[in-house]
């Protein structure tokens, strides 16, 4: 499934990358993350995803931000994921301890840029204006 994955942290992402347009997470991959939170006793608002082919072998895989909501207030956390794709049917899947909202997903070849959201010091809570990049590396 999911060879081997770095993540690192970088000050810019490669250039030329392509942007992964984020969509709605498939169903199935909603419903097992709806599942996990049932049994942890954790609420559960939703996920959304970028379908990538992480290793290059014609299958796909779709990296998942799962959404789940403090209880009594109007904040959230995220939870990111690696999911196999549809076509071997959303199986196996992993956490990969990105816990931080993100604003885009890049890729250059073997490297997956996440551009995650930043407070600036003239922030308001809501509204993260900066950006940082962490890099996730697909092994062989």
């Known amino acids: 499934m999911f060879r081997s994955i770095c993540l690192l942290s970088l000050l810019a992402p490669p250039a ?36 990538l082919d992480l290793e290059g072998d014609g299958t796909t895989e779709w990296l998942v931000q ?22 071997t049917g959303f ?8 816990d931080r909202s993100l604003k885009r997903v890049e890729r250059e070849g073997r490297m997956i840029s996440l551009v995650i959201y930043e407070m600036l010091a003239n922030d308001a809570r809501c509204c993260p204006s900066g ?10």
């Open 131 to 140: 950006e940082s990049v962490r890099l996730l590396e697909i092994g062989n």
């Open 16 to 51: 030329l990358a392509e942007v992964i347009v984020r969509t709605d997470a498939p169903a199935p991959v909603t419903a097992v993350l709806q599942a996990q939170a049932d049994a942890n006793g954790e609420s559960f608002e939703g996920a959304y995803g970028w379908e």
């Open 91 to 98: 199986g196996a899947h992993q956490d990969i301890g990105m």
């Open 66 to 87: 799962g959404i789940y909501p403090f209880t009594g207030g109007n904040s959230f956390y995220v939870r990111t994921y690696l999911f196999d794709g549809a076509d």
